[in-house]
């Protein structure tokens, strides 16, 4: 029998803070600044991203059995839920006119392609450097180039989308330290993907200094916008995020107030990272005057990366990541915004999150594997 939908949101919440032993190969990621170190699965047809790969994933209760039709996860040998696996995307065997693999210019996260176009950062390796942050990892295990042509990225969709059925694209930046932080590159890459491929593309970058950049942004054509403040508490992004405490909280409302007057209610979204110490009311009273905005906060534990400045940590316990979700997601259903109604990017793959699941069960259906 199927899981019913308020277990399977629990299951996800706790399999993001306990992760799952895995005994059987999968496709994972590894290092880098999305849903790194991490297995992606389908758990009953819902898009999962899971640690696997940590030692705290290793020792999990939780387990990724083979079965003779994809896997089941157990937990004290009781059967939960069935679990699909993808399988390695087909254009990960391509390359380049000059010689580069496709999986080294964009990866596949489930049904999104995910790339970073720019692999460095002006705060990586000095003391501006995200906590949380694995950006030059990747880059240092060759495991990536580090400055994506929008060409290239636009040849590596167009074969993401036709072998291996990619809905959308994620496309993320290191800041630089030009006055856009980096906004237009990888705007101008979105736009590239956009034109080739015909994907709805979310483009992710800094508050820009001259918020007159959102503006140029939106007329590269691109769907949606991740503007991303990581924490609500002050005290907490000045220690994790020290540049982007600089901009300060209100400077991301800010950006965020010009984003959704171009792209629309619920195209404009933010990560907010659960487990660094934060305060739970300031992060829940955040959220909700994004809500109030249009804005959709996206609320994911802390995915420790192996090397990054936190990798020592552990995600949040489910119990407290669940608590935030039932205060903020009831919210944003009343304010008539969900990940349905995102375009494209983070918000609307929801698998590093078990905020979509949850956004089911008031809404009556979550997004399943096609
Ligand atoms: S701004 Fe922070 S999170 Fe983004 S790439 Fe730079 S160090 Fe990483």
């Given at each position: 029998m199927a899981i019913d939908s308020p277990s399977l949101a629990s299951l996800i919440t706790e399999l993001q803070s306990s992760g799952l032993r895995v005994e059987a190969p999968m496709e994972s990621r590894h290092g880098g600044a999305g849903p790194s170190d991490s297995g992606m699965l389908w758990i009953e047809g819902v898009a999962v991203t899971v640690p696997t790969d940590a030692e705290f994933a290793r020792t999990s209760p939780y387990v990724l059995r083979p079965e003779d039709d994809g896997f089941g996860i157990y937990l004290d040998g009781v059967r939960l839920a069935a679990a699909a696996g993808t399988p390695r995307p087909r254009y990960y065997d391509l390359t380049t006119a000059d010689g580069i693999p496709y999986w080294k210019i964009a990866l596949l996260h489930l049904d999104s392609l995910a790339s970073t176009v720019l692999q460095t950062c002006a705060y990586w390796g000095n003391s501006d450097q995200c906590q949380f942050c694995g950006i030059g990892l990747s880059l240092d295990a060759h495991r990536t180039i580090a400055k994506k042509r929008p060409d290239q990225l636009a040849e590596v969709?167009?074969?993401?989308?036709?072998?291996?059925?990619?809905?959308?694209?994620?496309?993320?930046?290191?800041s630089t330290a030009g006055a856009d932080k980096g906004a237009l590159y990888v705007a101008q890459c979105g736009a590239a993907v956009k034109q080739a491929a015909g994907l709805p593309v979310e483009v992710q970058f800094e508050p820009p200094h001259d918020l007159d950049v959102i503006d140029q942004v939106h007329g590269f054509g691109v769907d949606s916008v991740g503007i991303h403040v990581e924490s609500f508490d002050p005290v907490v992004l000045a220690r994790i995020a020290p540049a982007k405490a600089r901009t300060g909280i209100d400077g991301y409302f800010a950006a965020w107030e010009r984003a959704v007057a171009l792209f629309g209610e619920g195209q404009v979204s933010t990560y907010v990272i659960l487990g660094m110490g934060e305060?739970?009311?300031?992060t829940v009273d955040g959220c909700r005057r994004a809500i109030d905005m249009g804005v959709y906060p996206f609320v994911v534990p802390l995915r420790p990366i192996a090397g990054?400045?936190?990798?020592?940590?552990?995600?949040p316990s489910a119990a407290y990541a669940e608590g935030i979700y039932r205060q903020v997601v009831p919210y944003l259903t009343a304010r008539g915004l969900g990940s349905k109604g995102v375009a494209a990017g983070c918000a609307r793959c929801q698998a590093c999150s078990a905020m979509g699941a949850m956004e089911g069960l008031s809404l009556g259906a979550t997004r399943t594997k096609a």
């Open positions: 969709a167009l074969a993401a989308k036709e072998l291996d059925g990619a809905v959308d694209a994620t496309l993320t930046t290191g305060d739970p009311a300031l990054s400045l936190l990798g020592h940590l552990r995600p």
